[in-house]
């Protein structure tokens, strides 16, 4: 059986810097969920299809074939054979992803691809359902949250860091906004799963974190 660590939580608490460094420890794939449902989401912005547009985003979602391969340790998402690795890290793209992911056709796709790469490799992933849909009988389960002002701040430093123009205000608007649509919608809304363990990242190090999740690994 493999080895499963899901972490979940909202939209920059820090779950992909922790996961990736915590994979890395323990010679685990890193799995990043939210970046398969960024590569649907360029899929239907290329296309032109509506956020709203229920119908047309589950027509779309049949010809998008996303895949997943490792260079170097590090995810490579293809779209139809493309790799759109650096396209899906934009806010458009973040909140198109966010506005798709209630459709439950573009969800069924992603969790079949998810839960088959679990099922051949140790992993850690990270998302919004993995504990409580993707990966239900996970060996290690976390929920990773921070207060929204200091989510806002940390994507405005990330943005600011890559030289993007931003503003703190809107991104926290931003976040609360997507916040609300994934912790409300149908289908697997972000939620702490019953058996997983809350972390609050606010008055953490990144260091302190990782160290927490590796010492629930090693007292299982
Ligand atoms: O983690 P992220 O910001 O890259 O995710 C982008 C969006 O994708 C997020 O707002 C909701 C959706 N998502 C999801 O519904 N389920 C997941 N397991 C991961 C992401």
Redesign the pocket.
Known sequence: MSYQIAI?GP??AG??TVAKAVAERLGYIYV???????AM?LYLLRRHIDAADAEGISEASRHADITISYVDGAQQVLLNGENVTGL??TEE???M??A???NPDV?KK??EL?QALAARENVV??????GTC?LPDANVKVYLTASTGCRAKRRYDELSAKGEDCNLEEIEADIRE?DE??MT?EF?P?RQAGDAVLVDSSDMTVEEVIGKIISLVQGK
Not at 32 to 38: I, K, L, N, Q, S
């Open positions: 979940d939209a920059g779950k992909s990043d969920t939210g970046a398969m449902y960024r989401a899906l890290r793209v973040g909140n992803a966010s798709s992911s209630v969800r992603l969790v998810q992933m990270d998302g919004r359902d993995i993707v997507r649509r994934d919608r697997s972000l």
